[in-house]
């Protein structure tokens, strides 16, 4: 009985991992966990069903008691909040009859549920725009299992959540349009109080507004001093996540109404979009991008950007070349300046004139400096080099690391001192923490050395 195990996706670096005999014998626990689940899931989906055929609901209300009342006789039994029950039973049933190949792969314990629940919840934003045309829903949630079905080397629960963004808005551009414009009317503050003196503000506002504070709000702490007086008037350390709340504190006590401005884009100061040139000459209507990977846009709105002259904007222009492993690779990067990069004629003949827009881009971008090639004698990587490898970095080069690049340290990969240039071949974005694991020479994907895996490892 039983069919071969198949391999985690590990990325190849790390294939060595494969061989460590507890990492094999863990990797074969959590493979029966994942098929024991998804049983455990069917035998819940059938008594729902069994339930439903007995007690025939004829009207909708009295379905929906119905259904309310089987998963708490179901939360009531594996001692669970109800919530978790409907929420794991709808996962499944969306996936199933949507997506039944990422479902098999569930069941055969190659993905696991959280990958499941990140495509579901995606083929659920598809659905829901596209309701009343089965054809359309069928398509595009078929291509987004056929994208998801198989995890690729590096699969991460974060990087897959975003894969799953991207190809969602990307596979419906109006839907993630809608849904975009009605998501703003959700914007709130609220305030619970708690016992020991503080209150938690939550606060559920656009992304172009909060992606703008959050960056400032680290520059501020990064800078501010770290000496202070506290209550006592002694003189305290003050840690980063306090002076960032210290930061806060300040702008919401001192800030005026007076400084709000009219356009959703007043927010927009030190934040990187990447929107792609047929975006930019009207061609299509595919997202944008922010560098690091944050957020995504619909096209009116990064377009809205550009064209808004309120808004203060350096132009980038960026070209790519598709890597071995299918990835795009940034390989020259333009300085224009604040200026618009289409001038008002051929932004004028859009878009009937997108491809003479395309081409003039193009022009500019082969005949301009590449800032990519930027060299410098300096130990430390400033201007035009930290910018061009920040934008073609983005975020933290780690595997499966998501650590935006303004929250991150430029890394010589082959190190200064040991002779490695100062130039963009050589500099890469790390965050902290994945800077001090490469700095002991244990990120083998990351450090230039051709070292054998360790003895640990194997085994041995
Ligand atoms: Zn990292």
């Known amino acids: 009985m039983g069919t071969p195990m198949a391999d985690p996706a590990v990325p190849e670096d790390y294939a060595h991992l494969l061989s460590a005999p507890e990492l094999r014998a863990a990797w074969e626990e959590e493979v029966a966990s994942r098929q024991a689940e998804a049983r455990k899931i069917q035998h819940l989906l059938d008594y729902r069903e069994r339930r439903l055929a007995q007690e025939q609901p004829k009207h909708t209300f009295r379905r929906s008691a119905v259904l309310k009342a089987v998963h708490r006789e179901i939360a009531l039994v594996l001692g669970v909040p109800e919530g978790q029950i409907y929420r794991m039973l709808s996962t499944a049933s969306t996936a199933q009859e949507w997506l039944p190949r990422t479902w098999e ?19 659920g934003d598809l659905i829901e725009t596209n309701s009343g045309d089965r054809q359309v829903q069928r398509e595009l949630t078929a291509a987004l299992d056929t994208r998801f079905c198989v995890p690729a080397a590096g699969d991460h629960r974060n990087t897959v959540a975003r894969a799953v963004r991207d190809t969602v808005a990307e596979l419906d551009t109006a839907g993630h349009q809608r ?24 606060a559920l506002l656009p992304t172009l507004v909060l992606a703008s504070v959050e960056e400032r709000l680290h520059a501020a702490a990064a800078t501010a001093t770290r000496k202070q007086k506290n209550a006592a008037g002694e003189t305290a ?35 990187n979009i990447t929107i792609p040139l047929e975006t930019v000459t009207e061609a299509s209507d595919a997202p944008a991008t ?19 002259p309120k808004v203060e904007k350096t132009f980038y222009l960026t070209g790519t070349r598709t890597a071995p492993d299918g990835n795009q690779q940034s390989v020259r990067i333009v300085k224009l300046g604040s200026d618009h990069p289409l001038d008002n004629l051929a932004r004028a003949e859009r878009p009937e004139g997108s491809e003479q827009a395309s081409s003039r881009l193009t022009e500019k971008l082969l005949s301009g400096t590449n800032i990519l090639e930027t060299v410098s004698s300096a130990r430390f990587v400033t201007g035009n080099l930290r910018r061009a490898v920040l934008l073609r970095d983005g975020r933290c080069q780690a595997e499966g690391c998501l650590e935006p690049g303004f929250r991150a ?24 923490h994945h800077h001090e694991i490469k700095s002991h020479g244990l990120l083998p994907e990351l450090s230039t050395g051709t070292d054998p895996p360790p003895e640990w490892a194997t085994g041995d």
């Open 290 to 308: 922010s560098t690091d990977g944050r957020f995504i846009l619909p096209a009116a709105q990064a377009r809205a950007i550009m064209n808004d």
């Open 409 to 432: 340290d430029l890394d010589h990969i082959t190190s200064y001192e040991t002779g490695g240039a100062t130039n963009a071949a050589n500099t890469q974005v790390l965050c902290h």
């Open 179 to 202: 849904r975009y414009e009605i998501a703003q009317n959700t914007r709130h503050v609220s305030f619970v109080a708690l016992d020991n003196g503080m209150t938690l503000m939550k």
């Open 105 to 123: 792969a569930y069941r055969a314990g190659i993905v696991d549920a959280d990958r499941v629940q990140k495509v579901a919840e995606g083929a």
């Open 237 to 271: 350390e003050v840690g980063y996540h306090q002076r960032m709340a210290d930061t806060l504190t300040g702008w919401l006590l001192t800030g005026s109404g007076a400084e709000v401005t009219d356009s959703q884009q007043g927010g927009t100061a030190g934040i």
